[in-house]
């Protein structure tokens, strides 16, 4: 089969870029041709003049990414497109050019941007879903993407434009979501439950269980206001126990912040380790005891929970969206109510206090990764979906 991947990369690579480069080398793995379509929004920083005073009417409709589309499809005929992300340079004119060129197309709903232009439902520190409650000139008015009302409203105007113009709900055959809550989530917004099948991410190459570990807790993460790691300082703040170590691995906006926090309550027992490469992070996540999901979005499908289960450490996560659905309560990891530094803390020392119980839970999240989320069972379940856009689009 020849598959055509479309994807615009991200300023700050983050897990979209991973699923996108680890399902062209299953792909490729497999012996499928696979053509490529990448653009990067790095690209922006080399705009001006005119070009630059165009991104804003490129972001709806990018006429020519839709002809350099178009020309790719005849010059290599691809079986199906399978497109991850097209914000903000490669716009969605592209699945007018696949809809023209007879081109079925699947799209990875990686985020929640078909329907909240901050990708989020995340605003002021909650879950917010006024966009879709209401509709999108709510997200103008609190300034939502990069607190800017200019460029929310650009982001606002796509959406609105492109679901006018039924773009992704005409235009593509198949869309995966990465977990039945993300599913229900986007069937909520308006897009056809009946084209949407859920695959989950998966990890390759599968790191190994681990043959020991236990030293310390471990955050792995952006350090950034919905992934909540001043709950997590807040419940270090509240252990009755001895302190127990915490690596908190990562870089963002908030690192700062996060770090002056913890000196300020004094705990010594956290450590900030900065940006890590992968194989890094994999390392300390195989020496920890558990590790730490403090999120309070609406996550998708977080590698770094994967990663864990591949790896046989078990997660405590907030217990709302997708980590309810990935981590089982009791079996492959504990819940504890989002925003709640209390009951954090109550369940960080009773998983520091129960070292086999945490073994038995991340032998079981192991047998979870086995089941569900290595590249050879993640396979079959891509090719499924390739199959029915194919048909659907015949």
């Known amino acids: 089969m020849k598959v055509l991947l479309v994807h615009n990369g991200y300023q700050r690579p983050g897990g979209e870029d991973v ?7 299953l792909l490729e793995r497999a012996g499928h041709q696979v053509v490529l379509y990448h653009r990067s929004n790095w690209e922006v920083e080399r705009y001006s003049g005119a070009k630059r005073l165009a991104l804003a009417r490129n972001t709806i409709w990018n006429s020519a990414s839709r002809r350099e589309i178009a020309k ?4 290599e005929k691809p079986d199906v497109a399978h497109v991850h992300n097209t914000f903000v340079v490669v716009s969605p004119s592209i699945f007018s050019a696949c809809q023209a060129g007879g081109v079925p197309v699947v799209l990875t709903l990686h985020n929640y941007r078909l329907l909240c ?54 235009g593509v055959n198949r869309f995966v979501a990465l977990t039945d809550f993300a599913r229900k989530k986007f069937i909520e917004g308006g897009l056809p439950a009946e084209k949407i099948l859920v695959k989950p991410n998966f990890v390759h190459p599968d790191p190994g269980a681990r043959t020991e570990g236990g030293e310390y807790a471990v955050f792995v993460g952006r350090l950034s206001p919905e992934k909540r790691v001043s709950t997590l300082l807040a419940a270090w703040g509240r252990l ?19 770090q002056a926090e913890a ?37 998708n499908f977080p ?4 990663e864990a289960f591949a790896c046989s450490t078990p997660v405590i996560c907030s217990k709302m969206g997708a980590m309810e659905e990935i981590v089982e309560d009791g079996r492959t990891g504990l819940h504890f109510m989002p925003g ?9 020392e009773w998983a520091w206090s129960h070292p086999e119980a945490m073994r038995e839970m991340g032998a079981e999240a192991r047998r979870e990764y086995e089941t569900k989320y290595t590249a050879e069972k993640n396979y079959p379940l891509l090719m499924k979906i390739y199959e029915e856009a194919r048909t659907a689009g015949a």
Not at 243 to 258: F, K, N, R, S
């Open 303 to 306: 590698v770094t929970i994967g």
């Open 240 to 258: 009755n126990s001895s302190q127990i170590p915490l690596l908190v691995i990562g870089t963002g906006p908030q690192q700062d912040e996060l």
């Open 117 to 170: 232009p901050a990708a989020t439902f995340f605003r002021d520190g909650k879950i917010c879903q006024e966009c879709v409650e209401h509709d999108l000139s709510r997200s103008i008015r609190h300034a939502c993407y990069h607190n800017s009302r200019a460029t929310t409203a650009v982001v606002a105007l796509m959406l609105t434009l492109n679901h006018w113009r039924r773009t992704w709900t005409d």
């Open 19 to 25: 699923v996108f480069e680890q399902e062209r080398s």
């Open 263 to 299: 000196a300020r309550l004094n705990l010594w027992a956290i450590r900030f380790e900065g940006q890590a490469t992968r194989e890094r992070a994999i390392a300390a996540i195989k020496r920890a005891r558990f590790l730490v999901f403090s999120s309070e979005w609406y996550e």
């Open 72 to 75: 790719l499809i005849a010059r």
């Open 340 to 348: 709640n530094a209390e009951d954090l803390a109550y369940k960080a």
